[in-house]
């Protein structure tokens, strides 16, 4: 024990002359010293313990993000109870699986301490095209998840959950692949990808996030293929990739056709949680609202879709519908000129727009980036327009800017634009109004 502190003082002495030096000041030496005696190598036995220690203090990172995120979820209805895990993505929802929720009466979610919430079961809603369901908690959550990319196969992840409704449970793996989700058992299939781990899951880890090794969540729990007993460890686990924003984006429209606002409400939610300048996305998300008449609901998406796409009259008038409802639901009558007002604002403000603008491609990808759309020239008179255009990464910072002229238009005609770079990294674009 006395080596093992003499050598941890020669190291700490080390570290002090070091910042000191770094400092601009120096350590004072006894009177008579000329010279500092060497200090001892250390042994390879503390060697071992100083190259693990980074290891170790990621792992304990890992944990403690996971104790933070992972909430267990138990389903009361009345075939039994049913358990589950979930992740918050706002201060105030909760993503878990369809099944997870399905025909609860009651729900119960705890966090690794056992802290207890209540959830709202008349504000559960799941995707019946995708195996993701979503609930909201009155009291504010203690952590919000961070969203990664796609895990590559080989990369190291680590599935979080409560199996089999016990302890919170870490269980370390790898990405194995991914696979057609078509090509599941009809109870599980659904139209994207899914990926295969080889994490151990049991029953109880169904939607819980994968996560990667910062801790950012890159897949939800969902399936796997049981062992012989319901006990037993599954022999393959499946999770779902959350940045597959297309199969999300391609079921939210199949929801909305289907007349499934719900269902397409949350799943454009969960697109926008991925990527927050996803103009259809905010644009289907408002119009899901109105459907569903929460009115209250579109006017700070709408300020979000216009933030990005100023000059599409359209965009306004999603604001002039919410008004519009508002008024019809009005009964006290107390509020109908502030309804009125702004209904007559927001339609008059799209009928007088000069121009619009229309999209139609936003490809990306890390080779390059394009974007494709028309403007309309609403005026009178012929005119050529300056397009300038900011493309985002997803937390809503620059990576470059491009211009392109677009014209002569002539009056009441159309003319394409199409922006290609060979910069990737996209996630979103925003341009200036065109006037």
């Known amino acids: 024990m006395a080596k093992r502190l003499g050598v941890a003082s020669l190291v700490a002495l080390a570290l002090v002359l ?23 190598t250390v042994a390879p036995v503390a060697r071992g313990a100083l190259a693990r220690a980074p290891q170790r203090l990621a792992q304990d990172t890992l944990r403690r993000a996971a104790e933070r995120l992972t909430l ?22 909760i993503i878990t699986n369809r099944h997870v929720l399905a025909g609860a009466a009651v729900l119960e979610l705890n966090t690794w301490d056992g802290t207890s919430l209540d959830a709202d079961v008349d504000e559960s809603s799941t995707a019946r095209l995708v195996d993701i369901g979503a609930t909201r908690v009155a009291a504010k959550l203690p952590a919000i998840a961070e969203l990664g990319p796609d895990p590559k196969p080989g990369q190291k992840v680590t599935a979080v959950g409560y199996p089999l409704g016990g302890q919170l449970a870490l269980s370390p793996g790898r990405v194995v692949g991914y696979l057609d989700g078509n090509s599941l058992p009809g109870e599980i299939a659904f139209p994207g990808q899914v990926m295969q781990v080889s994490s151990r899951i049991k029953h109880g880890n169904s939607g819980g996030p994968l996560l990667d090794a910062r801790g950012r969540v ?109 008024l019809k639901a009005n009964k006290t009558g107390k509020l109908s000129k502030q309804y009125t007002d702004s209904l007559v604002y927001y339609s008059g403000k799209a009928d007088k727009m000069p121009v619009k603008v229309s999209f139609s491609e936003f490809s990306r990808n890390a080779e390059g980036t394009t974007l494709v759309g028309t403007i309309e020239n609403k005026g009178t008179a012929a005119k050529t327009y300056n397009f300038n255009v900011d493309f985002l990464d997803r937390a809503g910072q620059v990576l470059f800017s491009e211009s392109v002229s677009v014209g002569p238009v002539a009056p009441k005609s159309s003319k394409e634009f199409k922006i290609k770079s060979t910069k990737g990294g996209v996630a979103g674009f925003r341009y200036k109004p065109v006037v």
Request: net charge negative; aromatic share 10%; with cysteine.
């Open 18 to 40: 070091g910042v000191g030096a770094a400092l601009g000041f120096g350590v004072t030496p006894l009177p008579g010293a000329e010279r500092l005696p060497a200090v001892a």
């Open 218 to 326: 890159v897949g939800v729990i969902f399936a796997g293929e049981p062992g012989v007993t319901a006990q037993d460890y599954m022999r393959v686990a499946y999770a779902i990739p959350l940045s597959s924003v297309r199969t999300l984006m391609q079921a939210g429209v199949v929801a909305s056709q289907f007349k499934r606002p719900d269902d397409a409400a949350l799943l454009f939610s969960a697109v926008l949680t991925r990527n927050p300048y996803q103009r259809d996305a905010l644009n289907n998300l408002a119009a899901s609202y109105i459907f569903l008449s929460e009115f209250d609901k579109v006017f700070p998406i709408v300020t979000r879709l216009t933030d990005v796409d100023p000059s599409n009259p359209e965009n306004w008038m999603l604001n002039a519908y919410s008004y519009a409802g508002l």
């Open 72 to 93: 267990r979820v138990r389903n009361i209805s009345c075939s039994g109870i049913a358990t589950g895990s979930g992740f918050p993505i706002d201060e105030h929802t």
